[in-house]
Nanobody
Framework: VQLQASGGGLVQAGGSLRLSCAAS????????MGWYRQVPGKQRELVAY???????NYADSVKGRFTISSDNAKNTVYLQMNILKPEDTAVYYC??????????????WGQGTQVTVSS
């Protein structure tokens, strides 16, 4: 099972970016998918997650600016980031709570994508 994240980059404050993360491999089902971010010297923090049923949860710092969505048929999760701020600068990681066809359940992580917001 592999998670491939994409969509990061450099943007000015107030701008937008859309991150994508596609899961591939021997996947029977996916429960939750989420986005985390990490800056050097700090712990990785939850940005947002979405359940297989479509329920969402956001960190207070991104509420009203970021929107998480998913395409279950494509095993893909998206993060639309609007009104970006310099403090959103971080490496963004996606993860997924996966059940394989062998019945194994585990959390898989993507490789991370850099988001840099200039002031």
């Amino acid at each position: 099972v592999q998670l491939q994240a994409s969509g990061g980059g450099l943007v000015q404050a107030g701008g937008s970016l859309r991150l994508s993360c596609a899961a591939s491999g021997s996947i029977f089902s996916i429960n939750d998918m989420g986005w985390y971010r990490q800056v050097p010297g700090k712990q990785r923090e939850l940005v947002a997650y979405i359940t297989s049923g479509g329920s969402t949860n956001y960190a207070d710092s991104v509420k009203g600016r970021f929107t998480i969505s998913s395409d279950n048929a494509k095993n893909t999760v998206y993060l639309q980031m609007n009104i970006l701020k310099p403090e959103d600068t971080a490496v963004y990681y996606c993860n997924a709570d996966i059940v394989t066809y062998m019945g194994v359940r585990f959390v898989s992580w993507g490789q991370g994508t850099q988001v840099t917001v200039s002031s």
